[in-house]
């Protein structure tokens, strides 16, 4: 009798595995337990983010401290990270030079809605280091993505956003459709949303020259708004030609082309921007930039600002829908400073390219000798295995991370995604390779 199969494993021994290592996880952390059970009732659904019911295991760890890349519980367990709050703190847990510049902000003020010195460095530090953009900073990518989606209405007179088919760009409204049936349409499971969103936005699928040359064609095209590497549905490598055409194309049809690098960042210095000469006219990335204090930044190039210059001086005035009141606080200055003049280095992406290497490799071994259906991608720091097919497997994927955690090592909630930091160890990583192999063994053998 055929098998039943869930990401290519036996569905026994995945549950078998599951079942055991949720057992161990609940039995080793009594401490988080008892605290969670006496407060966590003050949360809508017991958790401050809904995000975190991602998580697979029976219940959140309560983390102590975390620094470099480990993290310690408050039931005392030292944790390799992996995951580093989803890119947040991809430069590692409160990196020195960051914790330097918050300690010396601290007592100076929080938020004036003025300028500092440090304002002026760290333009100069955006421009070096990600190229001549005329920048904007806001407090999440969300946010930037929102108002470069904003500016290139503005200038191009057009509603539309052309996004590709299960991007994610934060939590902005107007971008999030999806096809279906070759179709655009609202999301599934949007809550809340009363809007027609396809009045605003076009899906296609990322790879598909054709699709978006059609979508261009209609003229109702402002923007196209991509990462150069789909990371949020698994990941999806950009074929050779790709960003070309998305090039040629938005010219040819007089749409702007934005390009979040909010995970790409991981690419290297610069992002993968810098480091596949891309030429975006909108340059979005937030999450690590300033070390994990919240803050993104957008820029436009040259041509771009000029043109939004003209737009902004013919509008009526008011409000324009774009900025929040905390942003381009002091704090953020001192961080982004640190962080894109001493954290963002060369020498510090070495490390994490050398070691993400070591870890895909050691990964993509694991899975041979073990024939898995699965395969591993690699974009910079960012690694993940992926099932066959790309689909997630939300049952095969919380055993694993669970029995990972049970051995060490956390990896991202949402799909099988792990991040290098500037402060991760090779004997981190080596653990993290030894425990898959275990939970592989145990899987296939
Ligand atoms: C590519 C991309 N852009 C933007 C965002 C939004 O970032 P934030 O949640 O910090 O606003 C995300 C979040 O995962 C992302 O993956």
Redesign the pocket.
């Known amino acids: 009798m055929a098998q039943d199969l869930i990401a290519g494993i036996a569905k026994d021994r995945l549950e078998k595995l599951a079942q055991r290592e949720a057992k161990r996880y609940a039995t080793a952390r009594p401490t988080a337990k008892a605290a969670l059970a006496k407060g966590a009732d003050a949360y809508l659904g017991g958790v401050p983010l809904h995000w975190m019911t991602d998580w697979p295991m029976p219940h959140l760890p309560l983390v102590a401290r975390a620094k470099g890349a480990r993290l310690t519980d408050i039931d005392g367990y030292e944790i390799d990270d992996f995951c580093l709050g989803?890119?947040?703190s991809m430069f590692g847990h409160s990196p020195a030079p960051v914790a330097k510049a918050i300690r010396a902000q601290a007592p100076r003020g929080l938020t004036y809605m003025l300028p500092t010195e440090d304002a002026l460095a760290a333009g100069r530090l955006l421009q070096e280091v990600f190229g001549p953009f005329r920048w904007q900073i806001a407090t999440?990518?969300?946010?930037?993505?929102r108002f470069a989606i904003r500016v290139a209405r503005a200038i191009t007179g057009r509603p539309k956003i052309l996004v590709f088919n299960g991007?994610?760009?934060?939590?902005?409204d107007d971008v999030m459709v999806e096809l279906s049936g070759g179709k655009t349409q609202n999301r599934q499971g949007l809550m809340g949303q009363v809007a027609d969103l396809t009045l605003g936005a076009t899906a296609v699928e990322f790879n598909d020259l054709t699709a978006v040359e059609a979508a261009l064609k209609t003229g109702e095209i402002a923007a196209i708004l991509t990462?150069p590497v789909m990371?949020?549905s698994c990941m999806v490598l950009p074929d050779a030609g790709f960003h070309d055409g998305l090039r040629l194309l938005s010219r040819r049809y007089g749409a702007l082309l934005i390009i979040?690098?909010?995970?790409?960042i991981s690419s290297g210095l610069g992002g993968y921007t810098a480091v596949h000469s891309l030429s975006p006219d909108i340059f979005?990335v937030?999450?690590c930039v300033a070390g994990g204090l919240?803050t993104?930044v957008w820029g436009l190039s040259d041509e771009t600002a000029k043109r939004y210059e003209e737009a902004n001086a013919k509008r009526a005035p008011g409000h324009s829908g774009m900025g929040t009141t905390l942003s381009a606080n002091p704090l953020q200055f001192a961080c982004l400073k640190a962080t894109l003049g001493e954290v963002m280095t060369a020498k510090n992406y070495a490390h994490m390219e050398k070691l993400a290497e070591r870890l895909s490799h050691g990964l993509a071994e694991v899975i041979a000798r073990h024939k898995a259906p699965w395969h591993v991608v690699r974009v910079g720091a960012r690694v993940e295995f992926t099932e066959a097919g790309h689909a997630h497997q939300p049952q095969a994927e919380a055993a694993l991370h669970t029995a990972l955690l049970n051995r060490g090592s956390l990896i991202a909630p949402f799909h099988n995604m792990m991040l290098v930091s500037p402060a991760t160890k090779k004997r981190q990583v080596d653990r993290l390779i030894t425990a898959f192999n275990d939970v592989l063994t145990e899987l296939f053998s």
Request: glycine content about 10%; charged content about 20%; some cysteine.
């Open positions: 989803d890119t947040g999440t990518a969300t946010d930037a993505n991007c994610y760009h934060g939590t902005v990462e990371t949020n979040d690098e909010t995970h790409t979005v937030g999450k919240p993104a």
